[in-house]
Every structure is written in C-alpha cells, then in structure tokens.
C-alpha cells in the first residue's frame, strides 16, 4: 500500500511533468485508465491520451497560466489540493486615447483538485475552478 505522503509527491510530479509539457513523465504518475473530470465545463477526459489532451487544452487557453498549491491533504486512497490559479491576460488600452502598449490584466481564482489514487497511481482528478470571464 501506498503512503499518503506518497500520494502527495505523485500528485506534485504528475501536475509539475504536465505543466512542462512532458507527458510521457505526466502519465507515468497516471494509471492508464485515468478520468480527468473539468467540473466547471462538464469536459471528461479519460486514459493517458485524454490527460495530454487536458493539459493541452488548458495550457493552451491560459498561456500565462501559474499555480501555487497552499493546501495539500493526502491519505492512502487519495489526495486533496487548494491552489490559487493566476492567469495574466493582455488587455487592450481604454479610455480616450486608445494608443499604446497592451496592459497586463491579473486574474486570481482559488480552486481545488481532488485525486482518487489506485495502486500508487492517479486514477481520477477532478478540477474545480471559478472560470475567468474569458474562459473559451
């Protein structure tokens, strides 16, 4: 049986290889069966395939986008996460001169993920998120 504070490091190295793209190290922290479960858009994403697919997805709607995880809670069947999600979007410049660079816009939002863990792997992440006013 897995620990909890191993179930907590895998959860932190599938989430740190998917968001440096590295999905052959992303899905080997992930049981192939894997269900990715976007709560606020209703989208499924299921095996190693669909978690690429995910994060593909994500990273390419919020290319700015950072997370700081400030919360982890793990046990032998699954771990829980609070981050804050920071995306920066460019904006263009208002009022009575529209001249000039694009300002920078930051969008805070605190989330949670909750991962079912099987066998030392991710088997089910399920995201939950306020969406930003430009969530596609």
Known sequence: MTSPSDNGATVRALIKAAYERDYERAASFASPDIEVVDEPTGRRYV????????????????????????NLV??????????????????????????????????????AAFFKMTDGKVAGYHLYYNPPESFP
């Open 47 to 70: 095996g190693h395939e669909g978690l690429r697919q995910f994060v593909e997805y994500w990273l390419d709607t919020f290319r700015h986008y950072q997370h700081d995880i400030t």
């Open 74 to 111: 793990a046990d032998d069947d699954g771990v829980a996460i609070e981050y804050v999600f920071q995306e920066w979007h460019e904006t263009e410049p208002t009022g009575p001169i529209d001249e000039g660079p694009k300002a920078t816009r930051y969008v805070p939002s605190r989330s």
